[in-house]
């Protein structure tokens, strides 16, 4: 089973399924990138630095990545800095100080629709374009659980099945409080509802097996 974990759904593991679509959306977003000025200053909201060290955009000349999270991390790249933040506030962060806010894969984590709501305004109070991806909430595999169709189970079955077996990125859960905390932590969205959120907006579709695995959002580029 970690074998087929490895080939498929981890995105660090290089020639995974999962890393091939990354890296596929991050030449769309390079694309994006290529008619703004340099310096360009980008705020990643919940990233990471080994993100942007797979992407090539360590020693990227003329950019500067402010990596937003819960816990401020060491960085070892001079470009980069990390800061300790509430994607849903993006606090201590000025007005527009950004050319560019960037997500990928965080905004069906900070909570319910009205969550997700105030992180994208967070995102558009800090920088005047978004490039946000996101997985799609119908398609079969849910892809933090590797579950056909968990997204859709009642919450006790969910649990139960936490409480049982290790799915995805999760270990078996050992205790009730910890399994339901984990079955409420991803709240995927639709293609219907990110139209709410971005009425502007571009939307990609990633297409795996000609179904929508996921979405990149874009805004201010050349909309």
Known sequence: MGGIFNRLADNERRGSLANRLRRRRFALFTQLLGGLPRPLRIVDVGGTENYWEQMGFAHEEGVSIVLVNLREHKVRHGNMQSIAGDARILQGIDDNS????????????????????????????????????????????????????FQFLPLRARVWLLMRFKLGWYSRQSNLKDAIKVAKSVR??????????????????ERFLGLTKSFVVVEGVGN
């Open 98 to 149: 950004f050319h560019i806010a960037f997500s990928n894969s965080v905004i069906e984590h900070v909570g319910d629709f009205a969550d997700q709501q105030r992180m994208v305004n967070a995102m558009r109070r800090v920088a005047p374009r978004i490039y946000l991806q996101t997985p799609n909430r119908y398609f079969p595999l849910e892809p933090h659980f590797l579950f056909p169709f």
């Open 188 to 205: 995927l969205l639709s293609y219907n509802e990110l139209r709410i959120l971005f009425p502007m907006a571009r939307i990609y579709r």
